[in-house]
């Protein structure tokens, strides 16, 4: 499976974008679907995550109340909604399906990553 990340762009704080990631040449399955991110000069981190039929969720406390993770499965997509951006959100943001059908936040299960698309919050 190959997935694309896309929606990324320049916002402005306090602004919305909405992130879309296809999965192509398979699908998403029954496998656990997360985003992760990086900002300039520091490491890859958990953003959200949610099952296979959405039944759970998770979020990073960062992203809690501003963030909404969700996935079509017809359609091999999973979304990641963005509201009340902050100057901190700034940095490429990846999706990524892991290995397992059940939440976890730990990049080691996730076996397959998205090119990443590139958010920029202006201040």
């Known amino acids: 499976v190959q997935l694309q990340a896309s929606g990324g762009g320049l916002v402005q704080a306090g602004g919305s974008l909405r992130l879309s990631c296809v999965a192509s040449?398979?699908?998403?399955?029954?496998?656990?679907t997360g985003w992760f991110r990086q900002a300039p000069g520091k490491e890859r981190e958990f953003v959200a995550a949610?099952?296979?039929?959405?039944?759970?969720?998770n979020y990073a406390d960062f992203v809690k109340g501003r963030f909404t993770i969700s996935r079509d499965n017809a359609k091999n997509t999973m979304y990641l909604q963005m509201d009340s951006l902050k100057a901190e959100d700034t940095a490429v943001y990846y999706c990524?399906?892991?290995?397992?059908?059940?939440?976890?936040?730990?990049?080691?299960?996730?076996?397959?990553w998205g090119q990443g698309t590139q958010v920029t919050v202006s201040s």
């Open positions: 040449r398979g699908t998403f399955s029954v496998y656990t």
């Open positions: 949610i099952t296979y039929q959405g039944g759970s969720s």
């Open positions: 990524a399906r892991s290995l397992y059908s059940t939440i976890t936040r730990r990049q080691d299960d996730y076996a397959r």
